[in-house]
């Protein structure tokens, strides 16, 4: 993966098992809003990395494995694209996860 892009990616508070993010690229916003298929804590990882080959992968709905917590989050899609970071604040249990996301942009 040869781009990359800093953001922020979220649990969304009171709705367990969603998260939401954030990339700016080239002054357009790019948002990401997925359900994981397991319970996930919530969390906050104010310092992501989205890595990609090429822009317009950041479009439909994609899915992705990963794993989030005790300290950190990794997101793999489907297609060369992983968001990755620290979370704000360690969660317990650490979580293997899947399921799938809608990239818009803005």
């Given amino acids: 993966m040869s781009n990359s892009a800093n953001g922020f990616i979220n649990s969304v508070p009171g709705t367990p098992g969603r998260f939401s993010g954030s990339f700016s690229i080239n002054h357009v916003v790019y948002n990401v809003s ?3 298929a397991t319970t996930v804590p919530e969390f906050r990882c104010s310092n992501a990395t989205l890595k990609y080959d090429y822009i317009g992968d950041l479009t ?3 899915s992705f494995s990963g794993h989030v917590g005790d300290t950190d989050i990794a997101l793999t ?3 060369d694209l992983t968001i990755t970071g620290l979370l704000n ?3 317990q249990p650490p979580t293997t996860v899947f399921g799938s996301a809608a990239w818009t942009q803005n």
């Fill in 89 to 91: 604040l360690p969660i």
């Fill in 77 to 79: 899609f489907d297609i």
């Fill in 60 to 62: 439909s709905t994609r």
């Fill in 34 to 36: 997925g359900s994981f």
